[in-house]
């Protein structure tokens, strides 16, 4: 009898469910000719607002814009250009980056390395006179220390941005993440649980942030308005000449803007990915608690972030970290890994240290050890809606063989 050879499998890092709704809409869009930031984008974002708990949300056309817009709102509220940032060290790189494209200074603090999050202990020894914001992360949906970071933002006076990118029905202490800072910016990238293909949300519950946001992301004019009626109805204008005698309101700059609208045909894929939001949470849920579980079987030669009974893991993605005495390279298990069929993404990097366009600070490898070790000993695979309970035991085992090799 032949033997049965183990069927190789292909566990895509990331999926999008584009709904028969988003399709229906993007063709009456183009039907329409009404493309650009419209009823469609309004419509996205009262529904955002509502799912993430927040009164106000702004889209714009990134989740990195979503952090460098919910920052440079900071400007109209007694920020100047070069104050500071305190961030984490480790976060994808547009953490970083969105901090100088906003007019600050980034200012980098070490994670910790269970969590993968600021470490609150290390804050305040960061904090400067021209400190202006924290912005935590919640990395791989798991929530920052929101409690200390928020009492640390009263003591000095500073703002908190939270970067929830990664973090859709993340919670900490029954607050929704989103909610718990003054702000808070998420992505809507594709394999993001909801996407818009490229786009993001800018979250708060001050209508003053709103207003701001909706100048910022065009160009700094002076339009506030929740939607344009030049673009939902080509309607007039009433407010268009309100700014004196040879003004229009469309060439008043009141702020260095940036050129960051979500249009209607990114808004439609919104709109019907929001209607399957919940089932797609669920799963996600569903696929994250079943790996944490099995995984615990690895240690101590791999870990990855645990819940915590104050909190809900927002999943966004699986992270797997070599325990300290490895006897193996991270870039040995991904090549097992993805020889295999199994998408990996590293555990991204040190932002100061190990990235190259932050070398201007002058920071050396050694100043942030944890972020560093994540950046060399850190992956992360998808637990996406599309996987089922045999593709999670597929990454297991392919794991558990791995070891078995290794070890
Ligand atoms: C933590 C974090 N911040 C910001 C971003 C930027 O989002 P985008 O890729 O939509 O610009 C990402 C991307 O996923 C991210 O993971």
Do not use: W
């Not at 919640?138 to 500073?158: C, F, Q, V, Y």
């Amino acid at each position: 009898m032949a033997t049965l050879k183990k069927m190789k499998k292909r566990i895509p890092f990331g999926t999008i469910s584009i709904t028969d709704k988003s399709k229906g809409l993007i063709k009456d869009i183009l039907d329409s000719n009404r493309v650009s930031s419209g009823r469609y984008v309004r419509e996205l974002e009262k529904s955002f607002a509502r799912l993430i708990g927040a009164k106000e949300a702004v889209a714009v056309s990134s989740g990195t814009d979503a952090d460098a817009l919910a920052l440079a709102v900071l400007h109209d509220f007694g920020a100047k250009r070069e104050d500071e940032v305190i961030v984490p060290a480790l976060s994808f790189v547009a953490t970083g980056n969105s901090v100088l494209q906003a007019g600050f200074r980034p200012v980098f603090v070490d994670v910790e390395k269970d969590t993968l999050n600021i470490s609150p202990d290390k804050i305040e020894a960061a904090i400067t006179k021209k400190t202006r914001a924290i912005m935590p992360v919640h990395l791989m949906g798991k929530p920052a220390e929101m409690d200390s970071i928020n009492n640390i933002a009263k003591r000095h006076n500073l703002f908190v941005v939270e970067d929830a990118a990664e973090a859709y029905g993340a919670a900490y202490k029954g607050k929704n993440v989103g909610t718990i800072g003054d702000m808070a910016a998420f992505s809507l990238y594709v394999a993001h649980i909801i996407t818009t293909i490229e786009g993001g949300m800018v979250v708060s519950k001050r209508t003053d942030f709103a207003e701001v946001l909706r100048s910022l992301r065009s160009h700094g004019r002076a339009c506030k308005c929740e939607s344009c009626v030049l673009n939902v109805s080509s309607g007039y204008c009433d407010k268009r000449f309100q700014h004196g005698d040879n003004q229009d309101i469309r060439f008043v700059f009141e702020r260095i803007g940036f050129s960051a609208k979500m249009n209607e045909l990114e808004a439609a894929i919104g709109l019907g990915n929001l209607d399957r939001y919940h089932d797609i949470l669920n799963k996600r849920r569903e696929n994250l608690l079943y790996m944490i579980e099995k995984f615990r079987e690895f240690k101590p030669y791999l870990y990855t972030i645990e819940e915590s009974p104050h909190e809900k893991i927002g999943p966004h993605a699986f992270a797997i970290i070599l325990g300290e005495g490895a006897k193996f390279s991270r870039n040995e298990l991904v090549s097992y890994l993805e020889k295999q069929g199994i998408d990996t993404r590293n555990l991204f990097l040190s932002m100061p240290t190990q990235c190259a366009g932050f070398g201007y600070l002058g920071k050396k490898i050694g100043d942030f050890p944890n972020a560093e070790y994540i950046g060399n000993m850190g992956l992360h695979v998808g637990i996406h809606q599309d996987l089922n309970k045999e593709d999670l035991d597929y990454i297991l085992n392919t794991v558990r063989e791995f070891l078995l090799k290794v070890k």
